[in-house]
């Protein structure tokens, strides 16, 4: 029992240390992007390539697992960020940033796939619940700790931090590799498999979809360009900006270790609307007044966004039944990976052209789409239902 709590501690442990780099791009980007000579619309350039190498490996984790399983998968992309966040830190122009982004990304969709369907197999689902708690966990604490550097005008020394502490646990997750219990070969069944258009032109798919890709942009957008909109619009430091920033993942964490408890009274379309009317709330609060309205705004579209992303994903084979559920799941995480690399690029596009006043606004239209995606799918939900 011990070592089980132990190892299951490991696993909670690496969310937390996936979570760690997600966040402090875009509050390093204010003073990296002075030092690069880049336009501040190049943050996106990094955030997209980023989201490529996490795609692609994705796709590959299964292939890699049976070749040289879970264990060493993990150790291996663990290592991969360590290489991506220490030449984040050697950087001496834009190029060489962009090709420590490769390494960083390949590594992280490989953790975020391996252990997701780790634990899926081997733990039941409120543990699936709270390792997505954990990861914002980390996603809180990289900003605090790029912060700490930032006071200093020391982005580097926060990239080179964040990588030490990944070395740590490559060295950790090294000796508890055989540990980790290979996944058990499942007997497919001989019947046709619907081909991936058929899926998508099932009823409520294609809205469904709608909602990853915007929901997750959305969250993207608030971690890349968030801290950007505090300073340039709102004249806030750079180093608060950075604490502030943070509070949204704060909020996203809390709000996630809460909604288990909350489903328990609510049901998921219930659970769904309110998140995403208060995440609308929220990003009204960010383009109101000061630093205070601002915060607020980190807070309550930290607390909406929370529930979403696990709450549909849990919906899908009651949405849409068990026989496709498994390819429609990998369908609808393929298309999250691609409102990370596609929606903050737009964003910093457009606020290039029209400066980041238009964050608030933008995110606004986000959220409008996604909430009448939902609207849409659970009136088809239940119509096929009936």
């Not at 630093?291 to 992303?309: K, M, R, W, Y």
Request: glycine share 10%; net charge positive.
């Amino acid at each position: 029992m011990k070592k089980s709590i132990l190892f299951l501690g490991l696993i909670y442990l690496i969310f937390i240390s996936l979570g760690l780099p997600d966040s402090i791009l875009g509050v390093a980007w204010p003073s990296m992007n002075h030092e690069f000579h880049v336009a501040a619309s190049s943050a996106g350039i990094v955030a997209m390539v980023v989201s490529l190498g996490t795609i692609l490996s994705s796709f590959q984790t299964n292939r890699m697992i049976q070749k040289i399983g879970v264990g060493n998968l993990i150790v291996c992309s663990i290592l991969f960020t360590v290489i991506g966040l220490c030449g984040f830190s050697f950087s001496q122009n834009f190029v060489f940033l962009i090709i420590s982004v490769i390494p960083l990304g390949l590594g992280a969709g490989a953790i975020d796939t391996a252990v997701n369907d780790y634990v899926a197999l081997h733990y039941k689902a409120h543990h699936m619940n709270w390792l997505h708690g954990f990861w914002g966990i980390g996603a809180t604490l990289g900003p605090i700790i790029m912060g700490f550097y930032l006071k200093n005008q020391n982005w580097r020394g926060g990239y080179l931090i964040l990588a030490s502490l990944q070395f740590l646990l490559v060295v950790v997750v090294f000796f508890s590799r055989k540990q980790w219990r290979q996944p058990q070969q499942t007997t497919h069944s001989s019947e046709k498999q619907d081909s991936m258009l058929t899926l998508i032109k099932q009823s409520g798919v294609l809205f469904s979809l709608l909602c990853f890709i915007f929901y997750v942009g959305i969250e993207a957008c608030m971690g890349l360009w968030g801290s950007s909109f505090l300073v340039r619009v709102k004249g806030i430091p750079v180093s608060t900006a950075a604490f502030m920033t943070s509070t949204y993942y704060a909020s996203l964490t809390f709000g996630r270790l809460a909604a288990g408890f909350i489903t328990f009274v609510l049901s998921s379309r219930k659970l769904l609307y309110m998140s995403e009317l208060l995440l609308l709330l929220g990003v009204v609060f960010l383009s109101l007044g000061s630093g205070n309205f601002a915060v607020l705004g980190f807070i309550f579209t930290g607390l909406g966004s929370a529930a979403i992303f696990p709450t549909m994903l849990h919906e899908t084979p009651e949405r849409f039944g068990t026989k496709n559920s498994a390819r429609i799941m990998s369908l609808q995480l393929a298309l999250a990976y691609t409102g990370t690399t596609c929606l903050p690029p737009l964003l910093g596009f457009l606020a290039e052209r029209f400066s980041l006043v238009i964050f608030p606004y933008l995110l606004f239209l986000f959220g409008l789409v996604l909430f009448f995606s939902t609207v849409v799918l659970e009136k088809k939900v239940r119509d096929n239902r009936n």
